[in-house]
Nanobody
């Protein structure tokens, strides 16, 4: 069964850093397709913040460019998100998934990132 497990979220002060990790298992879909990190803030729709192809090409939302770096290990089916210079507006639950998401694959529980002093 396909499974996505995110970790690494925490409470950090503005300007701080975090590294999120995602383990994708149970399906070859994850190793073949582009993977992405998404986030959902309270009262807002889920948005894509970073995307990486199998070959390593990346794209970022304008709001995180220069601050977030996405990477993946195809052999281990893991995807990471290094975040620096965090801002209060980065506060959200962060999820990983394919891009675009497959309807047959359930979203993971996500990991909470809170940026506050």
């Amino acid at each position: 069964q396909a499974q996505l497990v995110e970790s690494g979220g925490d409470l950090v002060q503005p300007g701080g850093s975090l590294r999120l990790s995602c383990v994708a298992s149970g399906s070859s879909i994850f190793s073949i397709n582009p993977m992405a990190w998404y986030r959902q803030a309270p009262g807002k729709e889920r948005e894509l913040v970073a995307r990486i192809t199998r070959g390593g090409s990346t794209n970022y939302a304008d709001s995180v460019k220069g601050r977030f770096t996405i990477s993946r290990d195809n052999a281990k089916n893991t995807v990471s998100l290094q975040m620096i210079s965090l801002k209060p507006e980065d506060t959200a639950v962060y999820y990983c998934n394919t891009d675009p998401p497959y309807r047959t694959i359930q979203w993971g529980q996500g990991t909470q990132v809170t940026v506050s002093s």
